[in-house]
């Protein structure tokens, strides 16, 4: 008896030991204010999804007002180079002028907590207006997300730098645009915040992005992923450099 009872013991206790630690996901839904049929779709997935909505579009400034009210956490989606438009930022252009573009996307995407960049990869690699957009940012309390559309972005470093409230992203769930291909990203991510206790993700509003999202969020937390808000996730790393993106916390480029 006293066999059983010891082995049924070593049975549960290896059991605990073998279940997963809780780790954190953040999702960002980046290209919204284009097309009324899938903001709506993103607003209704389930949990904190963030919502990037960019300023060019002719449903902006009314998505944020509803994604505000219905409690979601918005984010203004800032076209930069190779993107091109009014509110464009490219390299070369005067910080007056990029001020005033900034100014501009705000007053478009009303109730932003932060900004990600839209494009960018040339953008943000350049050292001095990545510098002057963290410490406007911290200015205006606003966060960063580095979508880090580029492996020679800076725009990370800057922030963390500037000790600007920040994280970059770890996983694009839709580069190819299948059901197939998004759920195996989707499983990356799982896969990575389990291995360093964190991962965020960006995705697009594309049809297939949604079908994926709708249906395996409500599994995350079987899965021993907590989905948390993105501003959760910045007090959670506390401007630190997830190991893909520098070392001991530190991101790489400067």
């Known amino acids: 008896m006293r066999y059983l009872l010891f082995a049924l013991f070593c049975l549960l206790a290896g059991t605990a030991h073998a279940a997963p630690a809780k780790a954190y996901m953040s999702i960002v839904i980046d290209d919204l204010g284009q097309n009324s049929e899938r903001d709506s779709r993103t607003l209704a997935l389930p949990g904190p999804i963030t ?149 965020v993700l960006i995705g697009h509003p594309y049809p297939q992005t949604l079908e994926v999202l709708a249906r395996e969020i409500p599994r995350l937390r079987s899965q021993g992923i907590e989905l948390i808000d993105i501003q959760q996730m910045i007090a959670h790393r506390s401007n630190q450099a997830m190991p893909g993106h520098g070392h001991n916390g530190r991101y790489t480029n400067r």
């Open 51 to 199: 919502l990037a909505i960019m300023p060019d579009t002719p449903h902006a400034t009314d998505f944020a007002r509803q994604a505000h009210k219905a409690g979601r956490t918005v984010i203004l989606h800032m076209p930069m180079d190779p993107a091109t438009g009014p509110y464009a930022w490219t390299p070369g252009t005067p910080v007056e002028e990029l001020a005033r573009r900034l100014d501009a996307a705000l007053t478009k995407v009303p109730y932003a907590a932060g900004i990600n960049n839209h494009m960018g990869s040339r953008m943000t690699a350049q050292p001095g207006p990545m510098a002057w957009l963290m410490g406007e940012l911290q200015r205006r309390h606003l966060f960063f997300v580095d979508s880090r559309t580029s492996a020679a972005t800076v725009a990370a470093a800057k922030a963390q730098e500037q000790g600007l409230a920040h994280v970059s992203r770890d996983v694009f769930l839709d580069d190819v645009r299948t059901t197939e291909a998004i759920a195996t990203q989707l499983q990356q991510g799982i896969a990575l915040a389990r291995k360093q206790g964190s991962a």
